[in-house]
């Protein structure tokens, strides 16, 4: 088919998907490890600056760029806030939860946000990663959410303990259960916790 590059009327064309990040660091060897214990993933290529990580289909997901002389990250200036990562199943967010445990990679923040479960890391470097499972199937759903007086409200979240999560999930307690978030009234952005690096 051929494409008339000069009619711009069409609607706009869209990304078939987010493909890569890119981060740069001062530290490729730590970070590579955290990236590959963290994702299950593998390095597929690697030299003096560069890095490629890969955890599923994509050639690579995470990059990563030694560059000398770089600056602590400061969380007070612009840039990328976090990273997400989508897991099938609730079983599987908290089993990876555990595996990670396991390595002393531990989550600064879990919430309930409405539309995810959320679990909140930080990498060496102080990147936030986000690993989280949608709460509705269909995203109008989730973006009816978004638009409701309680999102309104609070559209931060509810925090939990995984733990007790992972109790409830052994219950067998019901999804609708387990995802409904609990109206706790307002909240703030003062109250999301800080940022605890992996080391």
């Known amino acids: 088919m ?18 890569h990040v890119v981060l740069r660091t001062h530290d490729k060897k730590t970070m590579a ?3 590959c214990d963290f994702l299950g993933g593998e390095v597929v290529h690697q030299n003096d600056v560069l890095a490629f990580i890969t955890y599923d289909d994509e050639h690579h997901r995470v990059a990563l760029a030694e560059i000398p002389d770089l ?12 990273i997400a990562f989508t897991f099938e199943t609730l079983e599987d967010l908290f089993l990876a939860y555990r595996q990670r445990r396991a390595q ?6 879990c919430v309930n946000h409405g539309m995810t479960i959320s679990l ?3 990498d060496p470097d102080g990147n936030i990663l986000e690993t989280q499972v949608d709460v509705f199937e269909d995203p109008a759903e989730a973006n009816a959410y978004m638009m409701s007086p309680a999102y309104t409200t609070n559209p931060i979240g509810v925090d939990f ?6 109790q409830r999930i ?12 609990p109206d706790s009234g307002p909240r703030g952005f003062d109250t999301i916790p800080r ?5």
Not at 71 to 82: I, N
Request: positive net charge.
């Open 33 to 35: 490890k955290f990236y």
């Open 71 to 82: 600056k602590t990250k400061d969380r007070s200036t612009c840039g990328l806030e976090h």
């Open 161 to 166: 303990d995984p733990e007790e999560f992972i």
């Open 120 to 122: 909140y890391y930080a």
């Open 170 to 181: 052994n219950k067998g307690e019901s999804w609708e259960s387990l995802t409904s978030r």
């Open 195 to 199: 940022v605890k690096p992996q080391l």
């Open 2 to 19: 051929l494409v008339n590059f000069d009619n711009l009327s069409g609607a706009r064309v869209r990304p078939t998907k987010l493909a």
């Open 104 to 109: 002393g990679m531990l989550p600064f923040w």
